[in-house]
């Protein structure tokens, strides 16, 4: 009985370090997938092209366009690595020709921007067409509970000078009646969904302070924050919630209306 008791947590340790393995292994592949890519020159794009057909590199495009599509309904942010080794696959050497054709088709067909946030390491996301009018950014008017959440959270940092401690935002959340310490019938564990969840899909970011004991984090603006969500209309809703005029933060509404981010600066301007 004994034997077979050690034998069963022998097999469970060997399977979880199989586990372990298999899932390092398939981080490394991805990251000497990116090591090993290089961007094909204008001519080896040409003499790819001239090697396939029309409807060849369109329903290749189509492919990465619904790939896309379908990270973006979680707002997961995709990596030039994993699009190169699960979607464009041999047709590399076409590889910026699939991703302008890409990035056309969702301008003109979905109204949407794709947009490189961290030239680093190739990731790319999905926004709202900043050119275009009468298209809102999803967090500019929340219509759901957890967008509104996620404002919430958007909306104290920027009153605050755009960094604060994470402890600032649970107790501004229990204000409000959602405590990150219980489990909440709408979004559930509140933690993870900021730490985790809007982290994940760069709304923000979550850093640990160095040299604290115990440690510290910080919540800042994420960089698909920064492209989609107006500080002008993060003002308006302060003031509305103070009742007050926005113009009386007068550090928040000079950077709302002034130093902007290009990409808020086009929104702005677009709106007016």
Known sequence: MAQRKRLSQHNNTQTSSQLKRRSSSSLTQDEDEEATFTQPSTSQVQRGLEKLSQAQVDQKTAEVVQYFLMKDQKKVPVRRAELVKYMVKDY????????????????QVFGLKLVEIDPKQHMYI?????????????????????????????????????????????????????????????????????TDEFVRQKYLEYLRIPHTEPVEYEIRWGPRADLEVSKAKILEFIGQLHE?????????????????????????????
Not at 127 to 143: D, I, K
Not at 154 to 163: A, D, N, Q, T, Y
Request: charged letters at 25%; glycine letters at 8%.
């Open 244 to 272: 007050q005029d926005p113009r009386s933060w007068t550090q928040q509404y000079r950077e709302a209306h002034g130093t902007q981010t290009p990409g808020q600066a086009s929104r702005s301007s677009s709106q007016r």
């Open 126 to 194: 999905l926004v709202n067409n900043l050119e275009t009018p009468a298209r809102a950014g999803p967090v500019e008017c929340p219509t759901n509970p957890k967008t509104g959440l996620l404002f919430v959270v958007l909306s104290v940092i920027f009153m605050k000078g755009g960094i604060v401690k994470e402890n600032l935002i649970w107790h501004t959340l229990k204000k409000l009646r959602v405590d990150p310490g219980q489990k909440h019938e709408e979004f559930g564990d509140v933690k993870k969904v900021v």
């Open 92 to 107: 590399r050497t076409i590889y910026p020709e699939i991703i302008k054709r890409a990035a056309r088709t969702f301008e």
